[in-house]
């Protein structure tokens, strides 16, 4: 949990001084991760293939949705994209070391569930993925493309279901984390439709 | 009072992530999070792959060896 919150703290401090570096240069960091994902995922164990780094930056991309506005919300937003790729990328050394694990172990049609939950966030991952692409948002129309990334919104319930059944010492953690951002949620929701339809006041005539 | 009430989730996100930090520390020692990072295996941190593979379990290995052998050579 250190790890987590101090890498997810460290993406979005580094990004508030650096999103126009990272949106500019983003190729180049998404190759740069990918090597050092396929790297990680030759290696026994690292915080990449344990799933943290991946989860930290789903955790800054997460939380600028419920945030209010402001100037880290603004660098945050920039590079939400960039963000994201970089989390599937690294989201997925942790789901591919762990399906080699087993199909090495022989235990992928016995796995607890929390595992094939697991595996069905990084299926949900793919398309949101692929769509994070510019070069294929600009091919799709953009209310597909919105409807496609709340798929989003499902994603982090899987990914909230599979750390909190792991049911390690980190649970606790975990159930606070994902139950602030769907309280945040809901409060988000609540003001953007207050906004929209604010509540006309009754004019006293008397 | 306006501006105060526009950053209330701000604010609310800041102590939420000051708490969960400051109570990480109080329970994963901090040398387990820089042994993981270096790459060495500790109880905090490799639960998973062995829990899954059977090698150990959650909070140490009912089967771990102690001292009282009934082998031990007098």
Do not use: C
């Amino acid at each position: 949990m250190t790890i987590l919150l101090i890498l997810t703290a460290v993406w979005i401090i580094f990004n508030y001084f650096f999103y126009k570096l990272i949106h500019q240069y983003k190729i180049y960091l998404f190759v740069l991760a990918g090597i050092i994902g396929a790297i990680s995922l030759t290696q026994e164990i690292n915080i990449i293939n344990l799933g943290y780094v991946g989860l930290s930056f789903f955790l800054a991309v997460m939380f600028t949705g419920v945030a209010d506005k402001g100037n880290v919300k603004k660098s945050l937003i920039a590079t939400r994209a960039e963000m994201s790729i970089l989390g599937t990328i690294f989201i997925s050394v942790h789901g591919l070391k762990f399906i080699g694990f087993a199909l090495d172990y022989d235990f992928i049609l016995s796995a607890p569930l929390y595992f094939y939950i697991g595996v069905i966030s990084l299926a949900l991952a793919i398309p949101l993925f692929t769509t994070s692409f510019i070069i294929i948002r600009k091919k799709m129309n953009g209310k597909n493309w919105k409807k496609l990334h709340k798929l989003s919104y499902v994603f982090y319930l899987f990914v909230g279901l599979h750390l909190i059944l792991i049911q390690n010492d980190r649970m606790y953690f975990y159930i606070g984390i994902f139950g602030l951002y769907f309280v945040l949620k809901i409060w988000t929701v609540l003001e953007q439709k207050f906004r929209k339809n604010p509540v006309k006041k009754a004019v006293s005539t008397s | 009072m306006k501006k105060e009430a526009e950053l209330m989730k701000n604010f609310i996100l800041l102590i939420a992530f000051i708490i969960a930090l400051g109570l990480s520390l109080v329970y994963e020692p901090f040398t387990d999070t820089i042994d993981v990072v270096a790459g060495a295996t500790n109880t905090t941190y490799n639960t998973n792959i062995d829990v899954i593979t059977g090698a150990t379990a959650l909070n140490g290995d009912q089967y771990d060896d102690d001292d009282d052998s009934e082998f031990d050579d007098d």
